[in-house]
């Protein structure tokens, strides 16, 4: 089997799911692992889950990010039980392998986890009414809340200087001095772009090396389809895609959310002249990213807020650009071109936020 692709129809049957198999799909819109959804049909009705092969790319030590996964639902969990809450719609379950292991490696050395389907709530590609996204905030926060007091020092870091932007400054510029694909010289614009901003790339890490920001125990990937929403209630319920909770700022959560939801086109928009920050969008989700986190952010933090939001999209741009150099290897792509379409709006996100700096720090103010 050593070096065939193991299919994910084989995978099934390694976990825990009762009943018959009805359907294996490939499902979601995540940039990073292969995700399914799996119907079982038990006891003559339809129950699903979802499962995922790992992206090997991008998580090198798979059974860390595991122990920091099962580490982070448990408590989740018992803080949901202890308010009153459903813990199997609120956090991820993981569903365990039928010799109750949490994964599953299989003979191609590929890792495997399974969740439970969380029914009747939806994961959103775009803001789709204000309301939506001012509960996207409040469930953001509130998860940082919940894992304010969570023993940071048994976390492992999955990805490290995951957003250090200074580290992926000097990444971005030795792709462009490597230019294994030969692309540079067709984005010489963008190049430009980033370089001019090297001094920029310092703004959080320095506060963070001097003390001047705490360091608390963050999601690092807010972005709107990490979020479900209760189709009945249009709550927020549950904070998905664990992978990266680690130590970081508040400011990287507050500012992945607005790079990706308060912009009013598509990441991966072609037509730029759709993509700007929207205000109003920002407001709705500073006010609820400040009562989703209930009075623990600092004045420090409040004061980043708006930098946060440009660094989140300066770094995010930089990152798919530096992939596009070098060939697609971290980012999935459907389309040639996928990664500088993708770095090309968040680059028009951050010069439209430099020039709304004001206004956006005006929101903040409002609201602090
Ligand atoms: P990636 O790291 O590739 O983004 P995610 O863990 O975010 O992977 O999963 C991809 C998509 O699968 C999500 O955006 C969401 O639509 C869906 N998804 C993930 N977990 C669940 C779940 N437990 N219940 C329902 N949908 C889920
Ligand atoms: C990836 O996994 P997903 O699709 O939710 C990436 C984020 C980027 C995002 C850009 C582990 O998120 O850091 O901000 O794409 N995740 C990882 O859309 O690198
Ligand atoms: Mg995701």
Redesign the pocket.
């Known amino acids: 089997m050593e070096g065939t692709a193991v299919q994910v129809l084989e995978i099934v049957p390694v976990f825990e799911f009762p009943g018959v198999l009805e359907e294996v799909i490939p ?7 292969d ?1 399914y ?1 799996v119907t079982m049909c038990e006891d003559g009705r339809q129950v699903r889950y ?1 499962l ?1 092969r790992m ?1 090997r790319e991008v998580f090198k030590n798979p059974r860390e990010l595991m122990e920091n996964v099962e580490g982070v639902t448990a408590w989740l969990k018992k803080k949901i039980v202890e308010n009153g809450g459903d813990s199997r719609r609120e956090t ?1 379950n993981l569903v365990p392998t039928r010799n109750g292991q949490t994964y599953h490696v299989s003979a191609d050395g590929e890792y495997w986890r399974a ?4 029914e009747g ?1 939806t ?1 959103y590609d775009q803001v789709k009414d204000d309301h939506d996204f001012y509960e996207s905030a409040v469930t953001f926060g509130n998860f940082q809340r919940l894992l304010a007091d969570y023993p940071a020092q048994t976390l492992h870091e999955t990805i490290v200087n995951f957003h250090n932007t200074v580290d992926r400054f000097g990444k971005f510029r030795a792709a462009v001095e490597a230019d294994v694909c030969g692309r540079a010289a067709g984005v010489a614009e963008e190049i430009r772009f980033v370089m001019e901003r090297e001094a920029f790339a310092h703004a959080l890490v320095d506060r963070l090396a001097d003390g001047e920001l705490p360091l608390r125990v963050t999601h690092n ?1 807010t972005k709107l ?2 979020i ?1 929403i209760d189709d009945a209630t249009g709550r927020g319920i ?1 904070v ?2 664990l ?1 990266t909770v680690m130590p970081g700022l508040s400011v990287y959560d507050f500012g992945d959310s607005i790079r990706f939801g308060a912009s009013t086109g598509a990441e991966d928009e072609r037509d730029l002249s759709k993509v700007s920050c929207d205000l109003h969008l920002f407001e709705v989700y500073t006010k609820g990213f400040i009562e989703g986190c209930g009075g623990a952010l600092t004045d420090a933090e409040l004061d980043m807020f708006v930098t946060g939001a440009r660094m989140m999209t300066f770094e995010c741009g930089m990152r798919f650009l530096t992939d596009y150099l070098e060939g697609d290897h971290y980012f999935k792509i459907h389309r040639e071109g996928h990664n500088l379409d993708r770095c090309r709006t968040q680059f028009k996100l951050v010069a439209d936020m430099e020039a709304k700096e004001a206004e956006m720090q005006a929101i903040v103010n409002k609201y602090r």
């Open positions: 499902y979601g819109s995540g940039h990073i692992n995700t959804r979802i995922q992206s991820l969740y439970l389907f969380i709530a994961c990937d389809n990490n479900m549950c998905i895609d992978d």
